[in-house]
């Protein structure tokens, strides 16, 4: 993602601590998000995501540190002040407003004047397709909608930071998939920063140049997609991404592999990417989709038959559950493949596509 | 294909009898505690309709034999209180005169009041709050001489404005309670995104919050159109006779000591006072109980 990371970044968040009172929700927390980046906030509910985006739009005061958004200090700034626009969750129309009425009021604000004002709400509109719908109220609208009038207000306000609150999560399955892919071309034609808040890790993977993971104030890990995908810095990301989630199998490792009652695998081709070898006890990491099953599983360094327990078929794909010894074993089979309860399998795992954990810190080796 | 010469199978919407248990039960309770409030009503209103001799009969649930309506006028317009007598319509003026400004201002204020406790947190909001709650619980009585104080101090007293400012007090705290949780029940997201829309203090109240209020609005103009209307305390200390409400006028006819009680007009007297908040309850009473929902106490 270099060329998101050119020398100024357009939004530098330095040192920043907030507190409510005497629990800490942020602290010390730094982030630079580079000119026309789409950086997605991804945690769990609680995680502080969200009211590190308030922060930034200047909805919350914070306790320490700067915010600033295109070289310039924002943090005292009004929100209005800061060159951001916003789209929530829950929409946040004005209800007794329409569209066009929701989409000037914050231009009619800064005394625009009237032509210009039109002139704005008539290319978001055009941008969006929402032209049908101007002279109607948010009641008359449905939730996409709704939400596309609620970047349209954004978008007039002609600001160079985009913020995101959770904008999908109010739309059901089939919404949200379509509505995610017009803000990835959104922010394709326009090419504005957009900070975006989810907990959705499918919405995370496909929409971000980069993913901060988030948990308890602090950021676990920032990197692309991929990179968060294939070396997730410590168990907690590594079981955060992924929509079914890794299998972790306990064990030691040694100079000669890993080793757990029902596994000895000696880990060739294993990158040590993290905070380096470091023997002892260890959790090992498989994701579902990396458990390679059928007679290709005979040729990799490990593999063992298992029984299959539950059958998951999801059309492209199917889910199975098993377990090898003690120990829970998911992994993925093709969507055509007739497996069923008490079936006998071959299974093996590729180290390379393995992660180890250290067990106390967590962290990847 | 169903058989449909047996019994019936279950299938559809399952029968309900009309004169179940349950059903005579519930109405019958209903029924029997609606009478018992209305009949007080009946009451006051046949004795009005009915000249004195018949009222001496003694026969207070039989309808009138003779309607008049004599009392009704009287009430009005003839009563006399001390040394006037011209019944009830000077203290209906009175009222009214009272009232609307009363109404006015306490839900003016109330209402930023209310707005601002729950949407801008400002230092000290909590303990601004908690006493403001407090003053609900304190009864009213003990008041009431500091009150005069105060307003001799002003140079309101006995004033029809120095009752005013007594009722915008006095309403403060409830109205505030009503106010600020209906508004913290509105949308936090809604007022974010005012705020990033450029609008202030003042621009997010009259432009965002006040058009989505008008339940609330209705539930407090109805709350002190007849709180401030049925009150008696306040009007009989803070004003002078000439200034009476309609309720200390009421008084004076009803408990005059001098000459024969006249039971028709002191009932056609407490219609006829009553018969403004009887009128706001009955017109606005679904958007009452709407508006109630909406600003019920929540956190």
Sequence with gaps: MASHMSADPSVSIRDLDLRFGSTEVLQGLNLDIGEGEFLVLLGSSGCGKSTLLNCIAGLLDVSAGEIHIRGRNVTWDEPKDRGIGMVFQSYALYPQMTVRGNLSFGLKQSKMASAEIDKRVARAADVLQIEPLLDRKPAQLSGGQRQRVAIGRALVRDVDVFLFDEPLSNLDAKLRASLRVEIKRLHQRLKNTMIYVTHDQVEAMTLADRIAIMKDGVIQQLGSPNEIYRSPINRYVAAFIGSSSMNFISGMLTADGFESDDIRLRMEGYAFDGVGQQNGAVELGVRPEHIVSGEAARSLPFNTEVVVDVVEPMGSDTQVWSSMGSTELRFRVDGQSELSPGDRIQVGIDPAQACLFEVTSEQRL | ?299
Aim: charged share 10%.
């Design chain 2, 1 to 299: 294909m169903a058989d449909t010469s047996t019994a019936r199978d279950p299938n559809g919407p399952k029968p309900k009898r009309l004169l179940s248990r349950r059903n005579i039960f519930l109405y019958g309770t209903l029924g029997l505690i609606a009478c018992y409030y209305a009949l007080p009503l009946y009451v006051m209103i046949v004795t009005s309709l009915k000249g004195m001799p018949e009222i001496r009969l003694g026969n207070i649930f039989s309808p009138p034999v003779e309607v008049t309506f004599q009392p009704w006028v009287k009430a009005w317009a003839e009563a006399c209180t001390g040394l006037n007598c011209d019944g009830l319509s000077r203290g209906f003026l009175n009222s009214v005169i009272i009232t609307v400004p009363s109404v006015l201002l306490s839900i003016a204020i109330a209402s930023v009041n209310g707005y601002a406790l729950a949407n801008w947190r400002f230092k000290g909001a909590n303990v601004f709050f908690t006493i403001l709650i407090f003053g609900a619980f304190i009864p009213y009585q003990v008041m009431i001489y500091p009150l005069v104080i105060i307003l001799r101090e002003l140079g309101l007293y006995s004033s029809l404005w120095g009752l005013v400012l007594v009722h915008t007090i006095f309403g403060m705290p409830i109205l505030t309670l009503l106010f600020r949780n209906y508004f913290t029940s509105l949308p936090e997201e809604l007022f974010k995104a005012a705020r990033v829309d450029g609008a202030g203090f003042w621009g997010i109240f009259l432009k965002i919050m006040l058009p989505m209020s008008v339940p609330i609005f209705v539930v407090a103009v109805i709350l002190q159109i007849t709180g401030i209307w049925n009150d008696f305390l306040f009007g009989v200390i803070y004003t002078k006779p000439a200034n009476y409400p309609m309720t200390v006028q009421l008084n004076n006819i009803v408990n005059s000591v001098q000459g024969v009680k006249e039971y028709n007009v002191n009932m056609a007297a407490t219609i006829i006072t009553a018969l403004v908040p009887l009128t706001v309850y009955f017109v606005s009473g679904r958007l009452f109980v709407r508006g109630i929902a909406a600003g019920a106490v929540k956190g």
